[in-house]
């Protein structure tokens, strides 16, 4: 089973502050994805990549930039958070992205106050 | 863009009784999107229920079914006979090749309560 992991957990911050959230797939998987979950919306897409160094615009961009440092490493950053971010986080990795189905981290629960 | 449309936020049903959950989607592409439904239970992840890459076709897997139907562009769940172990909720997805590679969008999700 492909192993997608996410850090932190849960995360508290104060609005306008500096958020990373992490994630690391060791499957060589090329495709990962961030998503945010809410009420109502389900998973919204914000930032994709196709492998190291490789960024695609999501749905829901705005305020979130995002970096694929490695094959296995995709990182999501605010870098001025808003109450609006609050939400849960889901990384999710794929292989070669054709018809494969996604893998997904156990998510992130981000707090903005 | 693509988008993918669930229309209930949560549905009850009774044990033994059939289910449907639906799912239409809307793609710009030239080329037919794959569709999925995933799955969350109680305490666990977002998992792959099932997967359907060609038009015309049915997926099926854990007693769940759904047929790809470009005509209606839907993809509906359905199950003759659910079960509690059922409760979860549903998500379904689109997933498309475009100039930014492949990219993979969800719907709302249905919240399915099974009762005893």
């Known amino acids: 089973e492909a192993a997608v992991t996410q850090s932190p957990r849960n995360k508290v911050t104060v609005t306008g502050g500096n958020v990373t959230l992490s994630c690391r797939q060791t499957?060589?998987?090329?495709?990962m994805y961030w998503y945010r979950q809410d009420t109502g919306h389900g998973l919204r897409l914000i930032h994709y990549s196709y492998g190291a160094g490789n960024l695609q615009i999501g749905d829901v961009p705005d305020g979130y930039k995002a970096t694929r440092t490695t094959q296995e490493d995709f990182f999501l950053l605010l870098e001025l958070a808003s109450p609006s971010q609050t939400s849960l986080y889901f990384c999710?990795?794929?292989?070669?992205?054709?018809?494969?189905?996604?893998?997904f981290g156990h998510g992130t629960k981000l707090s903005v106050l | 863009g693509d988008s993918v449309t669930q229309t209930e936020g949560q549905v009850t049903v009774s044990e033994s009784k059939s289910l449907i959950i639906n799912c239409t989607y809307s793609t710009t592409s030239i080329a037919y999107p794959n569709l999925f439904w995933y799955v969350r239970y109680p305490g666990e992840g977002l998992q792959l229920l099932l997967k359907?890459?060609?038009?015309?076709q049915k997926g099926s897997s854990r007693g769940f079914e759904a047929t790809y139907n470009k005509e209606t562009t839907s993809f509906h769940l359905q199950k003759a006979s659910v079960q509690e172990s059922d409760s979860a909720v549903y998500y379904c997805?689109?997933?498309?090749?475009?100039?930014?590679?492949?990219?993979?969008?969800f719907g709302s999700g249905t919240r399915l309560l099974v009762s005893p």
């Open positions: 999710a990795s794929s292989d070669e992205g054709a018809n494969e189905r996604l893998f």
């Open positions: 499957n060589s998987h090329n495709y």
């Open positions: 359907v890459i060609t038009a015309g």
């Open positions: 997805a689109l997933g498309d090749h475009n100039t930014g590679g492949y990219k993979v969008v």
